[in-house]
Nanobody, 127 residues
Framework: LVQVRESGGGSVQAGGSLRLSCVAS????????MGWFRQVPGKEREGVAT?????????RYADSGRGRFTISQDKAKKTMHLQMNNLQPADTGVYFC???????????????????WGQGTQVTVSS
């Protein structure tokens, strides 16, 4: 059973940075697409950034994080990262790591494309 686990959340002031990490029990071959999703109370999870593991140049970002967030991977360590800079209060939420084993992912920022989820890590940005 493939598992993923997040770390790196915390509390920062607006303008600060955080780096989230996601360690996977397997990486690359069986999980062709991985991503970060954010959830706030009362709302569904929304895609933040995703990466195509065979080619990390193929990354997607939600408008909310484009230009401030960078998704990357370290295949040797079976780890995916999300570097978040210039954080704003609107970035507050629980961030989940997700992995898809599908051969083709049509909409990588959509929750339904992913079946493997971590427990989440809280990110709180204060003004």
């Amino acid at each position: 059973l493939v598992q993923v686990r997040e770390s790196g959340g915390g509390s920062v002031q607006a303008g600060g940075s955080l780096r989230l990490s996601c360690v996977a029990s397997e990486y690359g071959h069986s999980m062709r697409c991985m991503g970060w999703f954010r959830q706030v109370p009362g709302k569904e999870r929304e895609g933040v950034a995703t990466i195509y593991t065979p080619d990390e140049r193929n990354a997607r970002y939600a408008d909310s994080g484009r230009g401030r967030f960078t998704i990357s991977q370290d295949k040797a360590k079976k780890t995916m990262h999300l570097q978040m800079n210039n954080l704003q209060p609107a970035d507050t939420g629980v961030y989940f790591c997700a992995a898809s084993t599908k051969n083709v992912v049509v909409s990588p920022l959509e929750e339904y494309e992913y079946k493997i989820w971590g427990q989440g890590t809280q990110v709180t940005v204060s003004s």
